[in-house]
């Protein structure tokens, strides 16, 4: 590709589908055990919004709120997660992080930063610097979309 031709989205996002593959990979080696992919999914959630009913969790997921509560058990049972009873209705559960949980994401994110560091370290630094913009741009972007996204559905629930 030369420097004056502009890439066309298609071509950005099979290039950018592929690094996600590799980054499965590469985080793969870092191991999430002892948690799933849902479950590691429920944890970024619960760090995101503390609180949380088991039902907007669902929601959330695109799940049924029976397979969300026995994602939850499973998390509740090696103690990443807590149940609250909620101030405004004694009937519903809050969902928040325990203290171990906190440990597990802050140790999981170390591991796969030392990973990525790794293949970092094989790139020039003009082109770690061209990454760097690059993803700051795609992430600027992504959340935009999401947050129009959720705007939306919150407008149609």
């Not at 592929?18 to 870092?30: F, H, I, S, Y």
């Not at 609180?51 to 907007?56: V, Y």
């Not at 790139?123 to 959720?150: K, N, P, V, W, Y």
């Amino acid at each position: 590709m030369s420097p004056s031709s502009r890439p066309q989205p298609l071509q950005v996002a099979r290039v950018t589908s592929e690094a996600a593959e590799l980054l499965e990979v590469l985080w793969g080696r870092a191991s999430t055990a002892p948690v799933s992919a849902s479950q590691l999914r429920v944890l970024f959630i619960l760090e995101h919004h503390e609180g949380i009913n088991l039902r907007t969790l669902a929601a959330v997921l695109g799940s049924s709120p029976p397979s969300t509560s026995r994602l939850c058990d499973r998390l509740q049972a090696v103690g990443f997660i807590e149940r609250r009873t909620a101030a405004e209705s004694r009937r519903e559960l809050e969902l928040f992080l325990s203290r171990r949980g906190r440990a597990f994401l802050a140790d999981l994110r170390a591991r796969r930063e030392a990973t990525l560091e790794g293949v970092l370290e094989l790139m020039s630094g003009a082109q770690r610097t061209a990454l760097l913009r690059g993803l700051e741009a795609f992430c600027s972007a992504a959340g935009e979309q999401i947050h129009d996204s959720d705007a939306s559905d919150a407008r149609t629930a």
